[in-house]
């Protein structure tokens, strides 16, 4: 297999919906079970930086604006997720780490691809 963005490109938009669908759960989680104010605004403000980070990323394929300018709000993203993995995983709330821990994992995915196919 060719490690080109022709082969792998269908790979970009499903880590963007395994994110998506993971930091949703995950805020799902947290506010059916009524958890404390800061691990709702942690993973509240995950989703809304990914949203971010998205929508800044797209806008940057068509040329309308740097392709820098996503990276922020993925770092940030980073940041929240690596937080609420830690938390969770002090209080053993094992569903929550999981769904963090995918999301992560995915993000760290798409930046191994754009790397490789950079490279």
Not at 54 to 62: F, L, P, Q, R, Y
Not at 80 to 100: M, Y
Request: glycine fraction near 6%.
């Amino acid at each position: 297999m060719e490690l080109s963005a022709k082969t792998l490109w269908p790979l970009f938009p499903l880590l963007l919906l395994v994110v998506v669908v993971c930091l949703t759960a995950a805020l799902v989680v947290v506010v059916r079970r009524k958890m404390d104010r800061t691990t709702i605004r942690i993973q509240a403000g995950a989703l809304t930086c990914y949203g971010l980070a998205a929508v800044t990323a797209i806008a940057s394929e068509g040329g309308g604006i740097s392709s820098h300018v996503h990276r922020p709000f993925s770092i940030l993203t980073q940041v929240l997720i690596v937080w609420a993995i830690a938390r969770g995983w002090g209080k053993q709330q094992r569903s929550l780490v999981a769904l963090n821990v995918a999301a992560w994992a995915a993000i760290l995915g798409d930046t191994a691809l754009h790397y490789l196919l950079v490279r």
